[in-house]
């Protein structure tokens, strides 16, 4: 591991896509191969007043676009993180409907089930750089 940082944000509710955009068969080849999980189908969202765009991207995983019956996919830039006891990835798409405060978590689990989070909850989310 090359270090990391840490902030804390408050789950809040997305836009309903991200069950869509984790069940494509591209999306879930390319997380499991470049993150090593298999990704619940959805995403939380965290608000908070770290601004995603400051990431070092020198240290991002790429997970690749691209594009099916004629429509694009966007790629995203991955950072491994964990939340608790729980390791996932932020993403951060390369095009977005997001406000820019607005984070997204992936993991291997439904996080909120398993944390026993809800909107609204704060949560700390710590970042791993990597090498």
Same mark, same amino acid.
């Given at each position: /591991?090359?270090?990391?940082?840490?902030?804390?944000?408050?789950?809040?509710?997305?836009?309903? $896509?991200?069950?869509?955009? /984790?069940? /494509?068969?591209?999306?879930?080849?390319?997380?499991? @191969?470049?993150?090593?999980?298999?990704?619940?189908?959805?995403?939380? =969202?965290? *608000?908070?007043?770290?601004?995603?765009?400051?990431?070092?991207?020198? *240290?991002?995983? #790429?997970?690749?676009?691209?594009?099916? $019956? @004629? %429509?694009?996919?966007?790629?995203?830039?991955?950072?491994?993180? *964990?939340? *608790? =006891?729980? =390791?996932?990835? #932020?993403?951060?798409?390369? %095009?977005?409907?997001?406000?820019? =405060?607005?984070?997204?978590?992936?993991?291997?689990?439904?996080?909120?089930?398993?944390?026993?989070?809800?909107?609204?909850?704060?949560?700390?989310?710590?970042?791993?750089?990597?090498?």
């Amino acid at each position: /591991m090359g270090g990391g940082i840490a902030f804390s944000g408050i789950v809040t509710s997305g836009l309903g $896509e991200g069950a869509f955009y /984790m069940s /494509m068969e591209h999306y879930k080849k390319e997380i499991k @191969g470049k993150l090593g999980f298999d990704a619940y189908p959805g995403t939380l =969202n965290i *608000k908070t007043d770290k601004k995603i765009n400051l990431f070092d991207e020198k *240290k991002a995983v #790429i997970i690749e676009g691209f594009e099916f $019956e @004629g %429509k694009v996919f966007y790629g995203t830039r991955c950072y491994k993180a *964990k939340i *608790k =006891n729980i =390791n996932g990835s #932020i993403l951060v798409p390369d %095009k977005s409907r997001h406000e820019d =405060n607005i984070i997204e978590f992936i993991a291997p689990v439904h996080l909120k089930s398993e944390l026993g989070i809800k909107d609204g909850d704060e949560i700390r989310v710590e970042i791993r750089w990597q090498k």
